[in-house]
């Protein structure tokens, strides 16, 4: 009875809160690869991605982002998220990159 109140409040103890990142989708943008990968929570999907891109000197940098977004199909979750990840291309082209950090969030 006690488990029944906990799930019912949200006190599950966070098993169920966030299911890891589901396989999606890549796309090439401006010498980037955009990666899709929406997280399943619950019935629904969050926006989700990364944006990688090889350097130079070898390396790989790579720029993840989460977005508040939720969809209730996987599909639009990852067509979300290769646009938003062309967006984020556009909008920091400059400085996406230009730090010495391997990777962060954007």
């Given at each position: 009875m006690a488990s029944f109140f906990s799930k019912l409040f949200g006190f599950s103890g966070g098993s169920e809160k966030h299911a890891p990142p589901v396989a999606g989708k890549t796309e090439?943008?401006?010498?980037?690869?955009?990666?899709?990968?929406?997280?399943?929570?619950?019935?629904?999907?969050?926006l989700a991605g990364s944006i990688e891109k090889k350097m130079l000197d070898g390396t790989t940098?790579?720029?993840s982002f989460i977005?508040?977004?939720l969809f209730t199909s996987?599909?639009?979750?990852?067509?979300?998220?290769?646009?938003?990840?062309?967006?984020i291309i556009d909008?920091?082209?400059?400085?996406?990159?230009?730090?010495?950090?391997p990777s962060r969030s954007v």
């Open positions: 090439t943008y401006a010498d980037c690869l955009i990666r899709a990968t929406p997280m399943r929570e619950g019935a629904q999907y969050r940098k790579v720029r977005r508040a977004d996987e599909q639009d979750a990852i067509d979300s998220a290769l646009r938003k990840g062309r967006q909008e920091q082209r400059s400085n996406l990159f230009s730090d010495d950090s």
